[in-house]
C-alpha cells in the first residue's frame, strides 16, 4: 500500500468555544479582496440547496469524519491516509438502489440518511454532482459511474433505469471468465481519471457477479498560486521521529484563517473559490490522533463560521500520494454488517442471493506551486451468497509537523476528499 498525504480534523466542542487567540485583528477584520492582477477570477453559479438538501449535506460530512476516524484507527502505524468520501458514498448509493430490509437500513443509516426517501437521496447526489461540475469553469470537477454485469447474470431491469437515470451509470454486461474484461474495466477507471487511477482490480474471481464504480477526478489551480522561485527545502517533522528536509512552498497572503486551543486552520481557495483546501495544522505538542478522535460535524461548522481573513506566511510542502484501501472492515465497524452476508438485494434480484465481497478504493493527489490534482475509484464487487501600504504582522502558519486536510465544494460544505498526513 502506498503512502499517501494528508487530510483535516477537527477539535473539541469545548476547546473551540475558547477563542482569545482566535478573536479578529481588527485591522484585517476584513479578507483582503484578490484583484484580476493578484489573481483568478470567474464567474460561477453556486449550487443552491433547499432546507431538506442542506440537511443530507451535513449528513454527508458526518459519514465523511466516520470514514476517517475508522479508517485512521484500523491503518498502520505510519501509513497516510488519503480517502474520498464522496466516491464512497456515491458507489454505496447506487448499491442502495438494490438492497431492501435490514441492509438498505444499514446502508442508510451508515451513510447518515436515516429514513430519507430513496428518490430525496438519488436527487441529491445528481444534483450535487451536476452542480459540482460547473460550478467553477477554472475547475475540472468529473464523476462517472458505471455497472458491471457479469454475461447471462439476472438483474432487475428497474434497479439498472433508477441508477441510469440519477447517476448516469453506464450498464456493461461482460464474459467475467475473459481475462479481457479486466482490462476493460481497469480500463475505464483510468480514462475517467485521466490516468491518475490506472487499475482498480487485479483479476476478477469465480463468484464474481456485479461491480459497481464510481470514479471522480479535480484538478484546481489555486486562486492565487505560490512563486516556483520562493520553494525551498525545508526540514518536515514526521511522526516516526525523522525530519526530512523536502521542497516547501511560501507565500505570504491574506487567508481565511482560525486559531483555537489545539489546532489553527487555514483555507486555500481554488479559482473563482468555489472549491477550496482546507488545512488544519495540530498545535506543537497536539498529538494527531486527539484531534482525528474529536472530529465532529457540529465542531466543524463552528471552527469554519469563525474563520476570518487574516494575513498568514504560509509554509507547505510539495506532495504527492497514492493510496489504497480495502474499506469491508471499515464499513463494517461502522454499521454496514449485512450486506456482506445475508444481505437483502432484492431490488437489485429477487432471489437474495448476492452479497458484497469487497469495497476498495484507490485516490491520488498531488499538490504543488500551481494547484491540485486529485482522483478516486470506488469498486464495489458482488458475489452470488452460495459462492500593499505598511507590512503587516505575519501570522506563521508552518506545515512542518503531521497535518490533516480536505478539499471540499464551499457553498454546500461538501466534503469530497479527506486525508492524513504522518510521514513524508
Not at 55 to 62: C, M, S
Not at 327 to 351: C, I, Q, V, W, Y
Request: net charge negative; hydrophobic share 40%.
Amino acid at each position: 500500500m502506498k503512502r499517501m498525504i494528508a487530510t483535516m480534523a477537527c477539535i473539541f466542542a469545548g476547546l473551540i468555544s475558547c477563542q482569545t487567540a482566535g478573536e479578529p485583528d481588527p485591522a484585517f477584520e476584513e479578507e483582503t479582496p484578490i484583484t484580476e492582477e493578484e489573481g483568478i477570477v470567474a464567474e460561477g453559479e453556486p449550487i443552491v440547496l433547499t432546507e431538506a438538501e442542506q440537511q443530507i449535506a451535513q449528513k454527508n460530512n458526518l459519514f465523511a469524519f466516520d470514514l476517517l476516524r475508522t479508517v485512521y484507527l484500523n491503518e498502520k502505524p505510519g501509513e497516510n491516509i488519503l480517502l474520498s468520501p464522496l466516491s464512497a458514498s456515491l458507489a454505496l448509493a447506487m448499491l442502495n438502489n438494490g438492497a431492501a430490509g435490514k441492509t438498505h437500513d444499514e446502508i442508510q443509516q451508515t451513510l447518515g440518511y436515516g429514513d430519507l426517501a430513496r428518490d430525496e437521496m438519488n436527487g441529491y447526489f445528481k444534483k450535487m454532482v451536476d452542480g459540482m461540475k460547473t460550478v467553477d469553469p477554472l475547475v475540472s470537477f468529473e464523476s462517472a459511474n458505471s455497472i458491471w454485469i457479469k454475461n447471462n447474470f439476472s438483474i432487475l431491469e428497474a434497479f439498472k433505469e433508477i441508477n441510469k437515470n440519477y447517476f448516469a451509470a453506464e450498464v456493461r454486461n461482460e464474459d467475467f471468465s475473459d481475462p479481457a474484461t479486466v482490462d476493460l474495466i481497469n480500463g475505464w477507471c483510468a480514462e475517467k481519471t485521466h490516468d491518475k487511477i490506472p487499475d482498480i482490480i487485479d483479476g476478477i474471481p469465480d463468484g464474481a457477479i456485479m461491480y459497481l464504480i464510481n470514479a471522480l477526478y479535480f484538478k484546481g489551480i489555486w486562486t492565487v498560486q505560490f512563486d516556483k522561485e520562493e520553494t525551498a527545502d525545508e526540514p518536515f517533522s514526521n511522526l516516526d521521529g525523522t525530519t526530512p528536509l523536502l521542497p516547501t512552498m511560501n507565500m505570504a497572503q491574506t487567508f481565511q484563517h482560525f486559531e483555537g486551543e489545539t489546532f489553527d486552520l487555514l483555507e486555500l481557495p481554488y479559482g473563482n473559490e468555489s472549491f477550496a483546501m482546507l488545512i488544519l495544522l495540530p498545535k506543537e505538542g497536539v498529538a494527531l490522533s486527539s484531534v482525528i478522535d474529536a472530529l465532529d460535524g457540529e465542531t466543524w461548522e463552528k471552527s469554519l463560521s469563525r474563520m476570518y481573513g487574516k494575513n498568514v506566511e504560509l509554509k507547505l510542502p510539495r506532495f504527492k500520494i497514492e493510496y489504497e484501501k480495502i474499506l469491508n472492515k471499515d464499513l463494517f465497524a461502522m454499521g454496514m454488517e449485512s450486506m456482506f452476508g445475508g444481505a437483502d438485494f432484492s431490488l437489485m434480484r429477487p432471489e437474495k442471493d448476492v452479497c458484497v465481497s469487497m469495497v476498495k478504493q484507490k485516490t491520488f493527489a498531488e499538490v504543488n506551486e500551481e494547484g491540485t490534482e486529485a482522483a478516486a475509484v470506488t469498486a464495489i464487487e458482488m458475489v452470488v451468497t452460495s459462492v500593499g501600504g505598511d507590512s503587516p504582522t505575519l501570522t506563521p502558519f508552518y506545515v512542518n509537523r503531521p497535518f490533516l486536510y480536505f478539499i471540499k465544494e464551499k457553498s454546500t460544505g461538501t466534503i469530497f476528499f479527506t486525508g492524513v498526513t504522518k510521514n513524508l
